[in-house]
């Protein structure tokens, strides 16, 4: 066969097999287009799931009469002009194949009045033919109309799904270009029953609105920028997770994207907190030099290439772990960036008061009841050595009671009967009141009852406590009086004899000196000081079973984290295990200085609230 130039119709519906893959996709592009024109208003009108007629009408700059013809021209675009403009690609759309793809496998029909015309003009295509120009009846904007798609092409309208199902990728694009753009109201129409409508608002309001109060109310603010790069937006809190990847919204420039490199610096970021094969929520927006984005990558354009992967990599994963790790009570606004949340207001303008009261842990309650602890009768002769071994030296000297110090001990345990002593800075968590069968803290704090697990807290105070120890190479090391001998097999003598004569350090960087006695018995002569109360053989052999399976190296490099949470749990305090009330105070106040300590290594949550509201509700009370 000799090679021939294909037909400019056969192009086109190969163009438009990979732009307009179903209704959703033609809507995307379409809404990208009212967009770029500047429209502060768009409105979606869909006809069996967008299949029979997908509508998008806005009121932004619009075409000029010359031009008309030109919009359902392949390659025609009003976006670029140079190989300089397409490296540095600032606006939604820039390939001149969208509206021209879609034209070519439907009945389409578009009217525009440009922003300085007289009145409006009206062009209309059936497949290649194109229907001269005439006058149309329409105000300043743009009102493009898509009539049976794939009418000329019956094999691919073979693989469009039923009605509901095409409905619902159409929902799913309408939301994803109305989260990115809270200051342009939306509204969309399905088989003429409106079905949604966003008015303009702050970027909060709009996240609730498309996603719900619940994940509103489970987020954390994002703000931060380095080197060029901002990334804001919010992202839920771990305990907010969701069994698949459906709330995961991330814009690179306002583009909404799928990309595998930022997919993993923020799954990176949440690894620490996620409860096992869960996913975490988020809504994202990465904002740097369009010069170091390539965003012409596919045709769908939802995939991009960075210029500096690492950089970006590393940006997004520090910003993220940066507002994850706020201890508990601490509002991310203090300790994120504090430019206004709002990227479409002027840059003086402030951060709306409902994000803050949205994002504070606890904030000033309204009810009227007494905001202080009534006095609990503490014996002076308290034990103080259990929490100096539970929780460490210098907490111990803060926190636990001796015959000396009581009185200070009493002033603070007990909050003052003033409003002050409850400041969602201070104590959030409140103060100890009880212990429910050896398990749970309960708490009152200025909102009503905190609920805390106390081996899941504890853990991830230990745990961070290791990992900060590590970190700094201060694990420190407490000889026992008399080692302790087990049985071990060869695999566990194999890797302590490994450790010893590469003489690597491995397991004296984690705090412990254990012995080979004979080929089958091993002696733990030292384990780690903050873990002395563990049982040390149990210890000894999950240490060494990473270091067998993954070598020293990679234990304390990539499966560090997995290792030290092991640690930790086996020195957390277990269930059943009375607490007094100055150890229950201070293992709060660990809690609110630790970071990620709203949940335990596993992910699972250390502590509840319940509001004063919500007890009224339980008891009925005002009914």
């Known amino acids: 066969m000799r090679i021939q130039l294909l037909p400019d119709q056969l192009i086109s519906q190969i163009a438009a097999g990979e732009v307009v893959e179903r209704p959703a996709s033609a809507l995307k592009e379409l809404l990208e287009n009212s967009l770029d024109a500047g429209s502060t208003d768009i409105s979606v009108s869909l006809l069996q799931g967008g299949v029979k007629q997908l509508r998008v009408a806005d009121n932004g700059s619009g075409i000029a009469q010359d031009d008309l013809a030109m919009a359902l021209t ?52 059936e497949g290649s033919e194109i229907s001269p120009i005439e006058p149309a009846a329409l105000d300043v904007g743009t009102i493009i109309e898509v009539n049976d798609l794939y009418f000329n092409t019956p094999a691919r309208r073979k693989f469009l799904k039923t009605e509901g199902t095409e409905f619902g990728h159409c929902e799913v694009a309408f939301e994803r270009v109305a989260l990115s753009r809270p200051d342009v109201a939306f509204m969309m129409q399905h088989n003429g029953r409106a079905l949604s409508r966003y008015a303009v608002s702050t970027p909060e309001k709009r996240f609730s609105e498309v ?43 306002g583009r909404y994207v799928r990309d595998k490199l930022i997919s993993h610096a923020i799954r990176q970021a949440y690894q620490d907190v996620l409860h096992h094969e869960r996913h975490p929520a988020f809504v994202l927006f990465l904002e740097l030099d369009p010069n170091l984005v390539d965003v012409n990558v596919h045709p769908s354009k939802t995939e991009v290439r960075f210029r500096d992967g690492q950089a970006i990599h590393r940006f997004i994963f520090h910003s993220l772990h940066k507002a994850l790790a ?34 504070t842990g606890f904030v000033e309650a309204q009810y009227p009841y007494p905001k202080y602890q009534s006095q609990i009768n503490l014996s002076a002769n308290q034990p103080s050595n259990f929490y100096q071994t ?34 969602p800075n201070d104590h959030p968590l409140g103060f100890a009141v009880a212990q429910i069968h050896g398990v749970y803290v309960l708490a009152q704090n200025a909102e009503g009852l905190v609920v805390v697990d106390m081996h899941a807290a504890h853990e991830r105070i230990m745990y961070e406590q290791l990992k900060n120890a590590l ?43 254990i012995a080979i006695l004979s080929p089958t018995t091993l002696a733990v002569r ?60 201070a293992l709060l106040r660990d809690m609110e200085v630790t970071e990620r300590s709203g949940q335990c290594n596993h992910g699972r949550p250390t502590w509840f609230q319940v509001s004063m509201s919500d007890l009224d509700k339980m008891f009925m009370r005002g009914k």
């Not at 994940?215 to 969701?242: M, Q």
């Open 74 to 125: 392949r390659h025609a675009t009003s976006k670029i002009f140079s190989l300089e403009d397409l490296e540095a690609v600032a606006s939604l759309g820039f390939r001149g194949e969208a509206l021209a793809s879609i034209a070519s496998v439907s009945r389409t029909q578009v009217s525009s009045r440009f922003v300085d015309s007289k009145h409006a003009w009206r062009i209309a295509s």
């Open 211 to 253: 996603l719900g109060s619940e994940f509103a109310a489970e987020t954390i603010f994002v703000d931060e920028s380095a080197a060029g790069l901002r990334l804001w937006g919010v992202a839920a809190k771990p305990t907010f997770n969701r069994n698949k990847s459906d709330t995961q919204y991330v814009y690179v420039n």
């Open 326 to 359: 706020s201890p508990t009570g601490v509002s991310n606004a203090s300790t994120s960036n504090q430019a206004a949340f709002n990227p479409f207001a002027s840059s003086n303008a402030a951060r709306p008061e409902s994000f803050d009261k949205l994002r």
């Open 390 to 423: 539970l929780f460490g030296e210098n907490n111990s000297q803060n926190y636990v009671s001796n015959t000396s110090n009581n009185a200070a001990l009493q002033a603070s345990i007990h909050a003052p009967s003033s409003d002050a002593a409850f400041a």
């Open 471 to 513: 970190d700094n190479k201060a694990v420190a090391m407490q000889p026992l009086l008399l080692p302790v001998s087990f049985n071990a097999d060869r695999l566990e003598v194999a890797a302590v004899q490994e450790a010893l004569a590469t003489n690597d350090g491995s397991l004296q960087d984690l705090g412990f000196d």
């Open 526 to 585: 030292a384990i780690p000081t903050m873990l002395q109360d563990a049982d040390a053989v149990n210890l000894a052999r999950d240490v060494l079973r990473d270091l067998r399976e993954y070598g020293a190296s990679r234990a304390l490099t990539e499966r560090r984290n997995e290792l030290l949470g092991s640690m930790a749990c086996h020195a957390a305090v277990r269930a059943n295990r009375s607490l007094t009330i100055p150890e229950m105070n």
